[in-house]
């Protein structure tokens, strides 16, 4: 059973430019989750995506932007990059059961560098 | 609005010996709380959850973790720490009052050095 991939593994940008950073989630989930950890920090949540919505988002601005597709996958679009956008981009599935108590997965991160 | 601290940046144990790795949190309502742990380069791996029910949640290898409502603490621990567990260890509260909404709000993060 595969767990939640991301790709690209590495990216290297320079200022202004945009981004796709994508996702997959593991076998089961529907929701998806995008993180961002600036280097010595934890995960800052950046927002949420269930039943191809929007459904909560963190204190980031709107050049930070998100997609899910019917088959639950996910994009990350950063337009406009700035120097302080480079970190660690996690992405995280989970199901959003009656409970609301399920735990979140992490994938491995895309690694973004903004030159 | 929900919070977690951790109040170590390191903790340092001899391999052998139990460790604990400390978090406290603030939340209104009952939290929910998860212990995940990070390897160089890499995502988030799950060790552990309270949600309700028993105090001591176990968790993935050999990891424990104490829930104490009155001192708003949920100490991971474990009794007898290896050269592999050394990694970074984040502590992460949810909403618990819109459980539909998943967010999670992390520490800052403990680095556990173990030495052989």
């Known amino acids: 059973d595969a767990g939640v991939t991301q790709s690209p593994t590495h990216l290297i940008k320079t200022r202004g430019q945009q981004v796709t950073l994508r996702c997959s989630p593991k076998s089961g989930h529907d929701t998806v989750s995008w993180y961002q950890q600036a280097l010595g920090q934890g995960p800052q949540f950046i927002f949420q995506y269930y039943e191809e919505e929007e459904r909560q988002r963190g204190n980031f601005p709107d050049r930070f932007s998100g997609h899910q597709f019917p088959n639950y996958s996910s994009e990350l679009n950063v337009n406009a990059l700035l120097l302080g956008d480079s970190a660690l981009y996690l992405c995280?599935?989970?199901?959003?059961?009656?409970?609301?108590?399920?735990?979140?997965?992490f994938g491995p991160g895309t690694r973004l560098t903004v030159l | 609005a929900q919070s977690v601290a951790q109040p170590e940046d390191q903790v340092n144990v001899a391999e052998g010996n139990p460790l604990t790795v400390k978090c406290t949190y603030s939340?209104?309502?009952?939290?929910?709380l998860f212990w995940y742990v990070q390897y160089p380069n890499r995502g988030l791996q799950f060790l552990l959850k309270?949600?309700?029910?028993?105090?001591l949640v176990k968790g993935s290898y050999g990891f424990e973790a104490e829930f104490n409502k009155s001192q708003t603490s949920f100490h991971l621990k474990k009794p007898s720490a290896l050269v592999s567990d050394s990694a970074l260890y984040f502590c992460a509260v949810r909403d618990p009052i819109n459980t539909g909404f998943q967010k999670l709000v992390f520490g800052t993060g403990t680095r556990l050095l173990v030495s052989p």
């Open positions: 939340v209104s309502g009952n939290p929910y």
């Open positions: 995280a599935s989970s199901w959003t059961g009656t409970s609301g108590t399920d735990t979140q997965y």
């Open positions: 309270y949600i309700t029910g028993d105090n």
